[in-house]
Nanobody, 123 residues
Framework: VQLQASGGGLVQAGGSLRLSCVLS????????LAWFRQAPGKEREFVAA????????YYADSVKGRFTFSRENAKNTVYMQMNSLKPEDAAIYYC?????????????????WGQGTLVTVSS
């Protein structure tokens, strides 16, 4: 399984970006998919996740109401629409995957990671 993230870039505060992550090597449906981010000098932190069951989507409190995670199994792709971006959202964003149920907010539980895509937010 490989993950390829894209869509990062430079945006002004208040702007929007849409990140994409393509999973290759397997169908998407059995996997829990997530986005994490890591700012310089900080730990990698949970942002959002969609469990393999598709029952609900989980978000970090800091992004609720601004970010929307979606998955398109037919395209083996997940997206994260990020609106009302703030300077504190600036980070490298990583998509992650693991087969089956996990503790969705725990980065140690994920087996596969993409290479990351950089999001820069200017104030």
């Amino acid at each position: 399984v490989q993950l390829q993230a894209s869509g990062g870039g430079l945006v002004q505060a208040g702007g929007s970006l849409r990140l994409s992550c393509v999973l290759s090597g397997h169908t998407l449906s059995p996997y829990t998919l997530a986005w994490f981010r890591q700012a310089p000098g900080k730990e990698r932190e949970f942002v959002a996740a969609s469990p393999w069951s598709g029952t609900r989507t989980y978000y970090a409190d800091s992004v609720k109401g601004r970010f929307t995670f979606s998955r398109e199994n037919a395209k083996n792709t997940v997206y994260m629409q990020m609106n009302s971006l703030k300077p504190e959202d600036a980070a490298i964003y990583y998509c992650a995957a693991v087969a089956g149920p996990v503790r969705v907010k725990e980065k140690a539980d994920y087996d596969y990671w993409g290479q990351g895509t950089l999001v820069t937010v200017s104030s």
